[in-house]
């Protein structure tokens, strides 16, 4: 079986808020817990099914507070079966 790739993208909406975009593309329809960090703070949490009709992925849409200064956002997301984790981090 081939690991699970991921992508995270954050941009700003027409509302200048943060618009974050973290994404788990897998190999498997388990289930996944998925976290979502701003600033070392819990911003969102979940637990989602990767979907066999999107190619087995699943993606987590979520807006932030745009603070002054460097924003760190950290996206986590774990196979609840295999215990495979998918983590990126970026400063924005």
């Known amino acids: 079986m081939n690991a699970s790739t991921y992508k995270l993208k954050v941009s700003i909406d027409e509302d200048g808020r943060l618009a974050v975009v973290g994404a788990v ?23 989602v099914k990767a979907r066999e009709d999107i190619d087995r992925s699943f993606r987590v849409v979520r ?14 997301a774990e196979n609840e079966r295999s215990g495979e984790v998918c ?5 924005y």
Not at 27 to 42: A, F, P, Q, T
Not at 67 to 73: K, L, N, V, Y
Not at 87 to 91: A, H, I, S, T
């Open 25 to 47: 593309f897998s190999e498997d329809d388990d289930y996944w817990s998925w976290k979502l960090r701003h600033n070392g703070d819990l911003s969102a949490s979940g637990e």
């Open 63 to 76: 807006t932030m507070g745009n603070f002054d200064g460097p924003d760190w956002i950290v996206f986590r």
């Open 87 to 91: 983590r990126g981090e970026l400063y």
